[in-house]
C-alpha cells in the first residue's frame, strides 16, 4: 500500500499513533483510502484460489483490515476522550462508511466458502491451536454476520448494522452532552456543609474557570457523587440525584429544557433492531444471538444463574437496608429515606460502625503512590518492570509507559486518569494496538489505552495539590489495568487471539476483577499508600478497620448488579419491542421481584446505560457476575498459597495465572485456560465468602 504518512498521520502504521498531529480533517481521506485498500485485497480474495492456505488467504485478509481497525480506532478513541464538534461531525460522516465495510466482509459468501475450504483441509489439524481458533471463530462470525442469507435479507441485515451503529453512537453523544450541560453552582458555602475541602476546592476551580463565584458541581462522578455521600444539605442532594437519574431522558426534558438529548427512542428503536436481526439469523431473540460466541449455553441458563444469586443476596440485602433505614431514622431524622439520602445514610453508618470514613481513607492515596504501588505490585507478580516512555499524546494530563521483561519490549500504554469536558464518563482499557508476529518475522508488541475519571489535581492557595483517589477509585484503576495486563502480557503472535482478542465476553472480565482483589492485601497497601500530608502510609487499625467494612452493604451490592443484568437479559430475551410494554414497565417489573430498594419513579437510569445500549454488553451485563465468579475462585489460589506459606504475592501462583490466562489470551476456550489454572471448573463457593455472604451465615 502506498501510503503519504507525510500528510496523514492516521496513515502511518510505522510506529504509535502520532497524536500530536492527527486532525478532523486526516479522518475523511484516511478512511476512505483505507477502505478502498482493504476493498481490494478482498475484492482479490475472492476469486478462484487453486490451493486455499494460511499465508495466501487468511495473512493478506488480517494484515488489510488490521490497518483499517487501527485507524478507526484511533479515531474511535479520540471521540470518546476529546469530543469536539469537528471531530464528531467526521467521526458521524465515517462511521456510516466504516459499518458498511465490515458487514459486507461479514457477509462475503466468498470468504466464507475459502474459511470452510480451509477448515476442510487435511491438514487442518496441523495448524496450531491458536490458528485452528480463529477459522472456527470466523466460521461462527460469518453466519452471525448474515453471510447465509438471501440477497434481499443480507440487505435488509446490512440496514440494520448502519442504522444500529448510528443509534448507539447517538445514544452515547445525547449521554454525553447532557453531562457536559449540567452546571449546579452552589453560591453559599454553609449549604456544602459536610463536603470535604478538596472537593469543594475542585468545585470551586470549576466556577472560577467558567467566570463565576460560588462552588459549581457537574454530572461527572467525581464532581457529584460527592454531594450524594456527604452534603448534610437534603435538598441539594435531591437536586443532584435528580439530574443524574434523568439525565438523557424524557424525564430530564423537564430541567433541561432540551429534548433533543433524550434516548427514549433511541432505546426503543435499539431494541426492535436487535430483534429483527436475531429474527432474520432464525433465532428467537437477541439473547441468543449474544450468547452464541460466549461461555454461557443460552438465556435460560443465564437467568437461572442471575436469580439464584438474587435468591442468595437477598436475605443479606434486606437486612442491609433495615439497619439502613433504622439509622437513618434513629441517628439522623431521616423518617422517609429516600433514593437521594442512601449514599449519604450509607456513610454515615459505615462511619458509626467501623468510625472511619470514605475521606480518612482517601487522604492515603494520592495518585502518584497508587500508581506506583501498583507498577511494583505487577512486577513482583508477573516479573516485568514498568517504566515512563515518550510517545505523543492527545491531552497534557496523558501520560505513556513502556513494560519490560529483560532486555525485551512486552507491551505500552497510555494512562489518562482525570475527568474532564469533551471526555466520556466511566472508566474503560481499549487497544489501540494488538500483538501479533508479522510477516517480516518481527514481534509487533501490543499497546493499550486506560482511561479513567479521577478528580484532577486541584491548585489550593497557589499551590498544586496531588490527586487524591478514593479506594473505589483504587479498585477501578487496578480492574482496568487487569484488562489491560490481558492485553498486554499476551504471547500468544495470531492477532485475532492474541490478548483480550477472541476471549469470550462473559470471561473478559476474570483479569480485571481478578486484580481488584489486591486492593485489600496489607502487604499491597503498604506500597499504594502515603498519608497526603504526613507521608505515613496507611496504618494498620484504619486498615483492620477497612477489611471490617468490605462487605458492608454487599448483599444491597451484589442484588444491585444482578438487577441490571437481569433488566438487560430480559429486554433482550422475552421483552416483545413491538407490543404495548414499554421498557419502564419491564425494568418495574424485574424490580418488583428482586430489589429491594426501588428508585423513584422519575430515575431513568436505562437512558444512561451505555454498556448495554451504547457498548458491547448487550445481553451480557451478566458477565461481570459469572466474571466475579471465575475472579474470585481464581484469587483464592493465591490465598491458598498463603496458606501454605508463599504469601499473597506468590510469584509462583502469579506466574501459573500470567502462563494459563493472560498469556493465552483468546487462543483457547476460556473454561479450558480457567481449567489449566484451577485443575478444575469454577465454583461459586469463593465469590460467596468473598462477599460475605458464606450460605451458613
Not at 500500500?1 to 499513533?17: A, G, I
Not at 435479507?153 to 444500529?164: G, L, N
Not at 459549581?216 to 441539594?236: E, G, I, K
Not at 451478566?622 to 475462585?633: C, F, G, N, Q, R
Request: proline share 5%; with cysteine; hydrophobic share 40%.
Amino acid at each position: 500500500m502506498n501510503t503519504d504518512t507525510t500528510s496523514n498521520p492516521l496513515l502511518d502504521f510505522s510506529n504509535l499513533p502520532r497524536f500530536d498531529l492527527i486532525k478532523p480533517e486526516h479522518v475523511t481521506p484516511a478512511i476512505e483510502r483505507l477502505i478502498a485498500d482493504a476493498v481490494a485485497v478482498v475484492h482479490k480474495l475472492e476469486q478462484p484460489l487453486d490451493d486455499v492456505n494460511w499465508d495466501n488467504f487468511v495473512v493478506p485478509l488480517e494484515e488489510v483490515t488490521e490497518r483499517l481497525g487501527r485507524a478507526w480506532g484511533i479515531v474511535n478513541h479520540l471521540n470518546h476522550v476529546m469530543d469536539t464538534p469537528e471531530l464528531r461531525a467526521t467521526y458521524n460522516e465515517n462511521q456510516p462508511k466504516v459499518t458498511e465495510f465490515w458487514t459486507n466482509l461479514g457477509q462475503n459468501e466468498a470468504l466464507f466458502d475459502k474459511y470452510k475450504a480451509l477448515r476442510a483441509r487435511p491438514d487442518f489439524v496441523n495448524l496450531t491451536p491458536a490458528r485452528k481458533r480463529i477459522v472456527e471463530n470466523a466460521l461462527r462470525d460469518f453466519r452471525l454476520g448474515g453471510a447465509e442469507l438471501p440477497l434481499d435479507k443480507k440487505k435488509r441485515f446490512a440496514e440494520i448494522q448502519e442504522q444500529h451503529a448510528a443509534l448507539s453512537t447517538r445514544f452515547s453523544e445525547n449521554v454525553l452532552d447532557a453531562t457536559n450541560d449540567y452546571k449546579l453552582l452552589v453560591e453559599s458555602e454553609a449549604d456544602l456543609a459536610g463536603v470535604p475541602e478538596d472537593v469543594k476546592a475542585a468545585a470551586r476551580a470549576s466556577a472560577e474557570a467558567d467566570g463565576k463565584q460560588g462552588w459549581q458541581f457537574t454530572l461527572h462522578f467525581p464532581s457529584y457523587f460527592p454531594l450524594l455521600q456527604f452534603a448534610d444539605n437534603r435538598a441539594l442532594r435531591e437536586t443532584i440525584y435528580r439530574a443524574n437519574a434523568t439525565k438523557a431522558s424524557d424525564a430530564g426534558v423537564v430541567f433541561s429544557e432540551l429534548a433533543k438529548w433524550d434516548n427514549t427512542s433511541n432505546i426503543a428503536q435499539l431494541l426492535q433492531l436487535r430483534d429483527e436481526e436475531a429474527k432474520l439469523l432464525d433465532y428467537r431473540n437477541f439473547a441468543e444471538v449474544s450468547l452464541v460466541p460466549k461461555m454461557a449455553d443460552d438465556p435460560e441458563r443465564v437467568i437461572e444463574f442471575l436469580e439464584d444469586l438474587a435468591r442468595r443476596a437477598r436475605p443479606f440485602a434486606e437486612k442491609d437496608l433495615a439497619e439502613l433505614r433504622a439509622f437513618a431514622k434513629s441517628d439522623l431524622g431521616i423518617d422517609d429515606m429516600q433514593a437521594w439520602d442512601v449514599a449519604y445514610a450509607s456513610e454515615k453508618l459505615s462511619e458509626k460502625r467501623y468510625a472511619f470514613s470514605a475521606q480518612e481513607v482517601k487522604q492515603y492515596f494520592p495518585e502518584h503512590k497508587v500508581v506506583d504501588g501498583l507498577f511494583k505490585l505487577v512486577s513482583n507478580l508477573f516479573g516485568v518492570e514498568i517504566q515512563p516512555d515518550d510517545a505523543p499524546v492527545w491531552h497534557p494530563d496523558v501520560r505513556f509507559f513502556r513494560i519490560e521483561r529483560g532486555f525485551d519490549l512486552v507491551g505500552q500504554f497510555y494512562l489518562d486518569l482525570y475527568a474532564r469536558a469533551g471526555k466520556g464518563q466511566g472508566a474503560w482499557m481499549d487497544d489501540a494496538r494488538g500483538r501479533r508476529l508479522t510477516t517480516g518475522g518481527i514481534v509487533q508488541t501490543p499497546v493499550a489505552y486506560l482511561t479513567c475519571n479521577f478528580t484532577p489535581p486541584a491548585t489550593v492557595d497557589g499551590k498544586l495539590q496531588p490527586s487524591l483517589f478514593t479506594h473505589d477509585e483504587v479498585i477501578t484503576l487496578f480492574h482496568e489495568f487487569g484488562h489491560g495486563l490481558h492485553h498486554m502480557l499476551t504471547e500468544v503472535d495470531e492477532l485475532s487471539v492474541s490478548g483480550i482478542s477472541g476471549v469470550e465476553w462473559d470471561a473478559v472480565e476474570l483479569p480485571s476483577q481478578f486484580m481488584e482483589n489486591f486492593c485489600w492485601e496489607w502487604d499491597v497497601l503498604q506500597n499504594l499508600t502515603a498519608h497526603a500530608q504526613t507521608g505515613e502510609p496507611l496504618p494498620r487499625e484504619l486498615y483492620d478497620k477497612m477489611l471490617a467494612a468490605k462487605n458492608f452493604q454487599s448483599g444491597m451490592q451484589m442484588l444491585r448488579q444482578v438487577e441490571f443484568s437481569l433488566i438487560d437479559m430480559h429486554l433482550h430475551f422475552d421483552f416483545d419491542p413491538n407490543s404495548e410494554q414499554t421498557v419502564q414497565q419491564l425494568i418495574d417489573d424485574v424490580r418488583s421481584k428482586f430489589a429491594v430498594l426501588i428508585p423513584p419513579s422519575f430515575n431513568r437510569f436505562q437512558h444512561s446505560f451505555g454498556h448495554i445500549f451504547a457498548g458491547g454488553y448487550a445481553a451480557g451485563y451478566y458477565s461481570y457476575k459469572w466474571a466475579e465468579v471465575l475472579s474470585a475462585d481464581a484469587y483464592a489460589a493465591f490465598e491458598e498459597a498463603v496458606e501454605a506459606g508463599g504469601g499473597e504475592l506468590s510469584a509462583e501462583t502469579g506466574k501459573r495465572f500470567q502462563k494459563e490466562i493472560l498469556a493465552m489470551g483468546g487462543a483457547r476456550p476460556a473454561l479450558e485456560s480457567f481449567k489449566a489454572f484451577r485443575g478444575r471448573e469454577p465454583k461459586i463457593d469463593a465469590l460467596l465468602r468473598h462477599s460475605g455472604m458464606n450460605p451458613t451465615q
